[in-house]
């Protein structure tokens, strides 16, 4: 079987399998990028600003056909694939707009001579990997900036979504973007290995596992390359005892069950008031129980499945696990009977640190469930975690819940929302939820030289 093959996980139908390039066809697309940096390095920011407009338009009239795609390979429900391609059109329209006033030159204090001012251009060829769980946000998010900034871009996308990465590359070069600016490459993990150690590669970007990320990680410093990590996460939910627990079950439910649960900043552990714990975990467990799971072509389907059976699989012993160490089964539980990669949305609480659920990553529909008799123990709770990619506290007194907030060991923190990613915002974590920062001015900002330019009178 290739390496690139992608699979309904819905039926468990084959669909198409892709050829991996040979090792002449990667030293031809590094050949092809890194002419394309000559050439569009030397395009005007404003022309590199009208190219990304055009992507973001493209965007959105071609929604269904890529949503259907995205739908049929990965299981994402068919309006939460439309969502994605929304934002996809949001991340391009924003460095349309904003990424020449960002790139524009900044000044300093003079400190004695005519002009001192940091001036921003790009670093050459980069190479992306990244994710199936969100295949066209993830490269928009890298994507945008980089080729506004004038870098060019070398794709390796996740197998499994081969298709996607195949019309993410037609959306871009029919909206204007040159073939040899963005070229997307089916490698295998010792390629991609190369292609980092490659000189003609200045930086690399990944969104994937920990385990991925360190190989990259390892590679790159070894080369002397810049590296951005977006990796997993465990994301802590405290609810306070004076939320509104119907309106914070529904944001809880909702927020844990997108995408069946596979989004690296889902609210993963709730830690709820001990005064309110037995009636948010009823509801939550109602909401969740009454969740409409199947078929993610069909209008109306909740929770899709799984991104495939080993995946399924995968979560399914994580689950057993705690099962067996003690934990209580609220809802769900069990994996459905078919071909698909289908598990029951989940409800658990009773976790200990044993468990494998403690300390791991659940990367699918499973929400869990503390009691914290106090709020320095919700943080002391949510701190455990060796992530911190984001958290959230909810509370109907928002001073009190930012307090909180900002305790959290997290690169991103919210009140009374979870999660929430907009183009203009810092995205990325710390500890072992990775490095670097993707969207907003920081995203612009990881793989541009920012060059001192210092001018004094003649002597």
Known sequence: MSLYTTTNPATG?????????????????????????????????????????????????????????????????LNQATGELKLCSMIYSYYAEHGPELLADQPLDRMGAETTLVRRSPVGVLLGIMPWNFPHYQVARFAAPN??????????????????????????????????????????????????????????SLTGSERAGAAVAEIAGKNLKKVVLELGGSDPFIVLDDADVDGVVKAAAMGRMMNCGQACNAPKRMIVADAIYDEFVEKLTASVSGMSTGDPLEEGTLVGPLSSKSAADGLMEQIQNAIDEGATVRAGGKAVDGPGAFVEPTVLTDITPDMRA??????????????????????????????GLSGSVWSSDADAAQSVAERLDVGMSYVNEHGTTLPGLPFGGVKR???????????LDEFVNKKLVRVSAAK
Not at 41 to 47: L, Q
Not at 156 to 169: F, Q, R, T, Y
Not at 359 to 387: Q, R, W
Not at 433 to 443: H, I, K, M, Y
């Open 433 to 443: 939820s990775g490095f670097g920062r993707e969207l907003g001015p920081w995203g």
């Open 358 to 387: 403690f300390s791991e990553e659940l990367f699918g529909p499973v929400a869990v469930v503390y009691k914290a008799g106090s709020v320095d123990e919700a943080v002391e709770l949510a701190n455990t975690s060796s992530y």
């Open 147 to 204: 080729l506004l900034a004038g870098n060019t871009i070398l794709l390796k996308h996740a197998p499994i979504c081969a298709g996607s990465a195949e019309l993410i590359a037609d959306v871009l070069h029919t909206s204007g973007v040159p073939q040899d600016a963005y070229v997307n490459v089916f490698l295998t993990n010792e390629q991609a290995s190369d292609v980092i150690a490659d000189p003609r590669v200045q930086g690399v």
């Open 13 to 77: 139908e084959t669909l198409k399998e892709f050829d991996t390039l040979d090792d002449a066809g990667v030293q031809d697309a590094l050949a092809t990028a890194q002419k394309g940096f000559e050439s569009w390095r030397d395009k005007s920011v404003e022309e590199r600003a009208d190219v990304l407009r055009a992507v973001a338009k493209a965007y959105d009239e071609r929604a269904d056909e890529l949503a259907r795609q995205v739908a049929t390979e990965m299981g994402k429900p």
